[in-house]
């Protein structure tokens, strides 16, 4: 079936940290407490000082109601949506049940969080709340839909809350180097894939995998990077109401608006995909050439 994997960014490993530089307190949640031995070790002197760790399913509505009557007056200035999993397969793969799943934790989960904070942040007349999402928001590329419903969700309640002097900011990573995207990959290499006919599962294996693991190795940007320009979108005074992470993925992003039928964005990556696979590893080639690491810091600012 459709690998379901849980995906608690890396990137946060390091986000809080960068946090408490900048404000007088930070929580960092976490479903499972019993994993927190290596965010501990990270945190060093901020341990229990300008960083808390607290328990949170932010699937289940008792444990964010329990989290937020733990925090001193219930006040939350900045609100950071991350936990999130994800689907990888053929849609055919793809359990009803394994879908629900995923909008479970990636929307209604946000959904949840805002709602439960809104209320003291319109009182306060200030807040900001920023949902991690991804590129794949806006341009989908294969079956990965994790991400798909944020973007518009978030736009509708932006405009109803500046009226309250509330901020929504989309951070929207590309590719993210991890040990764990990786590893999943190889999971997903090995799966069967049941209910998918084979011709499916032969170009999921055959052309997307290994497309896929080309645009990480090519495009991907670290956790540190992606957790820098978060912080400084926390760190505007009006902030942006999206950001892209990644400049080298703005390319792709930009070819959905270039055309309001969508056909030239759905064409292009079919042809790249399915009729003109040297072209699309001969661009990706020479974007490794262009940013290897003499060049890095001049392609890829934060």
Do not use: W
Not at 25 to 34: C, E, H, Q, W
Not at 84 to 100: F, L, R, T
Not at 274 to 279: A, D, L, M, V
């Amino acid at each position: 079936m459709g690998r379901l994997h849980a995906t608690l960014f890396i990137i946060f490993l390091v986000f809080p940290f960068y946090l408490c530089s900048s404000l007088a307190s930070v929580i960092a949640t976490m479903r499972d407490l019993g994993k927190r031995g290596k965010l501990e070790t990270e945190a060093g002197q901020c341990l229990n000082k300008s960083l808390v760790i607290k328990q949170l399913d932010v699937t289940q509505e008792d444990s964010v109601k329990k989290c937020l009557e733990e925090i001193p007056d219930q006040k939350v200035d900045i609100l950071v949506n991350n936990a999130g999993i994800g689907q990888v397969g053929p849609i055919e793969s793809i359990s009803m049940e394994d879908a629900k799943k995923v909008f479970e934790t990636n929307f209604f989960a946000v959904m949840r969080l805002i709602k439960m904070v809104l209320p003291a942040m319109k009182k306060r007349g200030s807040g900001h709340i920023v949902v991690i999402s991804s590129v794949l928001g806006l341009q989908g590329i294969q079956v990965d839909f994790h991400s798909s419903p944020i973007p518009g969700f978030c736009e509708s309640l932006a405009v109803q809350l500046l009226k309250f002097n509330i901020f929504i900011s989309l951070i929207e990573p590309g590719p993210v180097n991890t040990e764990f995207e990786m590893k999943l990959m190889e999971e997903v290499s090995r799966s069967d894939f049941p209910g998918t006919d084979p011709e499916t599962v032969r170009y999921f294996k055959e052309l997307y995998l290994p497309s896929a693991h080309e645009i990480f190795v090519t495009l991907g940007q670290t956790p540190d990077a992606v957790a820098k320009a978060t912080v400084k979108v926390i760190g505007m005074d009006q902030p942006v109401f999206r950001k892209q992470t990644n400049p080298l993925y703005t390319p792709l992003t930009a070819l959905k608006y270039a055309d309001n039928t969508g056909n030239l964005s759905v064409r292009t990556f079919y042809n790249l995909q399915f009729n003109y696979g040297s072209i699309f590893h001969f661009s990706l080639n020479l974007l490794r050439c262009i940013t290897c690491n003499c060049f890095r810091r001049r392609v890829m600012p934060v």
